[in-house]
């Protein structure tokens, strides 16, 4: 329930910045780089193609990841 959570804010953050600019990376803060539940759902929404990564802990939303959103 903690990594859906998790992993919800983490979409909604990320979509904020889609919507501001689709192409612009976002440098998420260290201490959600080192929860590991937020890690994991990193891992399942790049897994998914929702969530590009750039280098580690430097993301943003693919537009399946954006339209994933907007479902939501």
């Known amino acids: 329930m903690y990594q859906e959570m ?3 804010e983490l ?8 919507e501001q600019d689709p192409e612009q990376f976002v440098t998420l803060p260290k201490p959600i780089l080192d929860d590991s539940f ?4 990193m891992a399942e929404l790049r897994n998914d193609g929702y969530l590009e990564e750039q ?3 430097v ?9 994933r959103f907007r479902k939501n």
């Open 6 to 8: 998790v992993q919800n």
């Open 11 to 18: 979409l909604n953050t990320l979509a904020q910045c889609y």
């Open 38 to 41: 937020a890690r994991l759902a």
């Open 55 to 57: 280098i580690r802990g």
């Open 59 to 67: 993301v943003r939303l693919t537009a399946l990841g954006y339209e």
